[in-house]
C-alpha cells in the first residue's frame, strides 16, 4: 500500500519562507516521479513543481524562481523549498506520485497517490 505523508505548512508572512516535506512508502521515488500540487478555496487543483529521475525538475510558471523541489532517494522524500512567498501562494498543498513511465509531469492525471495535503497560508 503506498501512502505519502506531508508535512511543513503553516503561516508565514508576504516574503517569508517555508519547506514541505513528503515522505512516501509503499513506492520507491527512485523508480516514481513525484510533484507538488496546490488547491485554493474555490479554484482547481494545480500544477506547482515535479521531479523524476529521468525528466529532471519542472515548476509552473508561478513559482519559478522562488520554489525549489528536490528529493532523497535514502529517505524516499520529497521537499518543495518555498520562498519569497506570496498571498497567492496560499492553498493547501498536496505531495503527488506518478506512475511508472509518466512523461508529462504537470498532467494531475498522471499522479495516482496523493498525500493528505498540508496547509500554507502567506499573510499580505
Known amino acids: 500500500q503506498v501512502q505519502l505523508v506531508t508535512s511543513g505548512g503553516g503561516l508565514v508572512q508576504t516574503g517569508g519562507s517555508l519547506r514541505l516535506s513528503c515522505v512516501c512508502s509503499?513506492?520507491?521515488?527512485?523508480?516514481?516521479?513525484m510533484g507538488w500540487f496546490r488547491q485554493a478555496p474555490g479554484k482547481e487543483r494545480e500544477f506547482v513543481a515535479a521531479?523524476?529521475?529521468?525528466?529532471?525538475?519542472v515548476y509552473a510558471d508561478s513559482v519559478k524562481d522562488r520554489f525549489t523541489i528536490s528529493g532523497d532517494n535514502a529517505k524516499n522524500a520529497v521537499y518543495l523549498a518555498m520562498n519569497n512567498l506570496k498571498p497567492e501562494d496560499t492553498a493547501k498543498y498536496y505531495c503527488a506520485s506518478a506512475r511508472w513511465g509518466t512523461s508529462n509531469l504537470r498532467r494531475r492525471s498522471e499522479y495516482d497517490y496523493w498525500g493528505q495535503g498540508t496547509q500554507v497560508t502567506v499573510s499580505s
Open positions: 521531479i523524476s529521475g529521468s525528466l529532471g525538475t
Open positions: 509503499g513506492r520507491a521515488f527512485s523508480n516514481h516521479a
